[in-house]
């Protein structure tokens, strides 16, 4: 090949061929010029899009998975082109003949190249605005100098120098075909990904997996452990095993008020609300990054310092301040080596009066029941090889209960249980809840009411005239 292209550069120095050089990307190569330009477009923003998704990896992140695989199937035309350029030069005849076909090869080459950094600009471009987004999405609802915002904000600085280094890639005309490469490798890993998260059921692998690791990809691994090596922390506890807590709530306990004349659901008395937790915890693993050098730490005796509390309650009260690292290290019993558990019972937790009358009545006078987790767990954070320190993480969790215990409350004395109320038609229905529907036959004198398309003509009463004769036997009679 360099025999073939001395000859041709000899050829058109000594000015052979001159008047074939038109100078234009007119594709009789095989090369379109939209489709490179978009194409190399899409190879950086979807290289960036995939170190993106790296930023959501463990958590649901199809939407920048998908951006990647659609981004980088997309640049695959652009590779396509920049290859068949290649290799059209390889295949040059020798001699003048090859000149006409030489020099356009080589023009289009040169366009190529151009478009190619104009569009790695652009790709760069995309992907620091994808960047800062991730970045504020992860910050969102979580405090400066925590570990998540650190975290955050080291990945943020790694995703920004990434997005640099994939641009200048992208830049040169090898460096499209390479990223396409890589791109295409990763779209399969993604989509491989995506399906068995489908089967599973489960886009919230823990980051740890190598399911969360397989859905990165290689840039995204890259630009993960890059990130991990600068700063990491680490929580003694897998707080995200869905089968660490079991509640059982109680049913509603009546209790009789004091100026309550008997128990039951009834206005006045006292409704006592429980459940029994039992929570186990289990160990976690430091990631492979800075923190890994605080594996030591990860032990049963340090995992029992984990503190958490459980509370009933009418707003959503945070009370993981109040606990303490430690204080339950006696409570809790080894289920195995990585492995321990705790029973809470709060049966006495929840007590409120039934202040109002009516059905479906919620139990509380906010309107709301909620079952709070709080926690505070030991974690550990290091700085590149500088330095580690503990730390805890701490925070509660609310889940919203009232639905398991609205109740019919009933008057406090059985008159106006069996009250009626009017309500058009001569109709009635039960005066202590408005819902109530209106009766078919209130009075109890056989005859359906007005209201319910029958024939009495006063439903409140059995006999209407007072002639001592009820309703329905005058109907009956034809009186």
Not at 51 to 73: H, P, R, Y
Not at 162 to 168: P, S
Request: hydrophobic share 45%; aromatic share 10%; charged share 20%.
């Amino acid at each position: 090949m360099l025999k073939k292209l001395q000859k041709l550069k000899a050829a058109v120095n000594l000015g052979e061929g001159q008047a074939w050089f038109t100078g234009k990307f007119d594709g009789t190569l095989g090369l379109n010029r939209n489709q490179f330009t978009w194409g190399v477009t899409a190879v950086g923003a979807a290289a960036g899009a995939l170190v993106i998704a790296s930023a959501f990896a463990g958590k649901d992140a199809g939407w920048a998975l998908a951006a990647q695989g659609v981004g980088t199937l997309a640049a695959a035309g652009a590779a396509m082109d920049a290859v068949r350029s290649f290799r059209n030069v390889i295949d040059l005849p020798t001699g003048p003949e090859g000149i006409p076909a030489f020099v356009t090869s080589m023009r289009n080459l040169e366009i190529l190249r151009q478009q190619a950094v104009r569009s790695a600009k652009v790709a760069l471009a995309v992907d620091i605005i994808l960047a800062f987004t991730v970045f504020a999405i992860s910050v969102a609802g979580t405090e400066p100098g925590s570990p998540e915002f650190k975290l955050a904000s080291v990945t943020l600085i790694v995703n920004l120098f990434a997005a640099l280094v994939l641009a200048v890639i992208a830049a040169t005309v090898v460096g499209v075909v390479v990223l396409a490469v890589l791109g295409l490798l990763d779209a399969a890993l993604s989509l491989a990904c995506a399906i068995a998260n489908a089967i599973q059921h489960d886009t919230k692998a823990d980051d740890t997996t190598a399911e969360s690791y397989a859905c990165a990809g290689f840039i995204g691994n890259i630009t993960r452990f890059l990130a991990a090596l600068f700063y990491d922390y680490a929580v003694i506890a897998d707080l995200s095993d869905k089968d660490r807590t079991e509640t059982n709530f109680h049913g509603p306990v009546f209790i009789q008020g004091p100026s309550s004349k008997s128990g039951g659901i009834m206005q006045g008395n006292e409704i006592q609300i429980g459940a029994d937790i039992t929570s186990s915890l289990q160990l976690g693993e430091p990631n492979p990054g800075s923190v890994s050098k605080v594996s030591f730490k990860f032990t049963s005796d340090n995992l029992k310092r984990s503190a958490l509390g459980y509370y009933i309650q009418e707003n959503k009260t945070p009370h993981h301040d109040a606990l303490t690292l430690g204080a339950q290290s006696g409570d809790w019993a080894d289920v195995s080596d990585a492995k321990i558990r705790q029973t809470f019972n709060i049966s006495t937790s929840y007590i409120y009066t039934a202040a109002n009358v009516g059905l479906n009545q919620l139990p509380t006078s906010s309107d709301r029941l909620y079952f709070t987790e709080s926690f505070k767990v030991p974690a550990w954070e290091c700085w590149a090889v500088f330095a580690c320190r503990e730390l805890f993480v701490a925070d509660s969790a609310h889940s919203d209960i009232t639905a398991l215990y609205q109740l019919d409350v009933f008057p406090a004395d059985f008159d106006k249980s069996v009250t009626l109320v009017g309500d058009g038609s001569f109709s009635y229905r039960m005066a202590w809840d408005a819902r109530f529907p209106v009766l078919f036959d209130a009075d109890g004198d056989g005859l359906v009411s007005a209201a319910k398309s029958g024939n009495d003509p006063d439903d409140s009463l059995p006999d209407t005239d007072g002639d001592g004769l009820s309703d329905y036997w005058e109907m009956e009679h034809g009186l």
